[in-house]
Nanobody, 119 residues
Framework: QVQLVESGGGLVQPGGSLRLSCVVS????????MGWYRQAPGKQRELVAT???????RYSDSVKGRFTISRDNAKNTVDLQMNSLKPEDTAVYYC?????????????WGQGTQVTVSS
């Protein structure tokens, strides 16, 4: 069984920084593209950033230049460094991974971690 577990959320003042981490555990063959998504109250879940196994990254326009996604393939982790945080970044942040279990490749989600940006 594959599990994704996020950590690192919390309360931060505008302009501050947070680092989110996600670790993948369980039985699988390979982790392909990983990403971070977020969902604010009353809104749909949206893409924040993705990173391929080879390290190619993509960001939403709203976070470009402020957030950095990275991964460690040996440790099965993906991180999101968030700088210059704004109140509109407040949301539950979810880790996602396209994971090949040897039988099939599909997307898996973590349980989410709350990020609140407020003074």
């Amino acid at each position: 069984q594959v599990q994704l577990v996020e950590s690192g959320g919390g309360l931060v003042q505008p302009g501050g920084s947070l680092r989110l981490s996600c670790v993948v555990s369980g039985s699988f063959f390979r982790i392909d593209t990983m990403g971070w998504y977020r969902q604010a109250p009353g809104k749909q879940r949206e893409l924040v950033a993705t990173i391929t196994r080879g390290g190619s990254t993509r960001y939403s326009d709203s976070v470009k230049g402020r957030f950095t996604i990275s991964r460690d393939n040996a440790k099965n982790t993906v991180d999101l460094q968030m700088n210059s945080l704004k109140p509109e970044d407040t949301a539950v942040y979810y880790c996602n991974g396209n994971i090949n279990t040897g039988f099939a490749t599909r997307g898996y989600w973590g349980q989410g971690t709350q990020v609140t940006v407020s003074s």
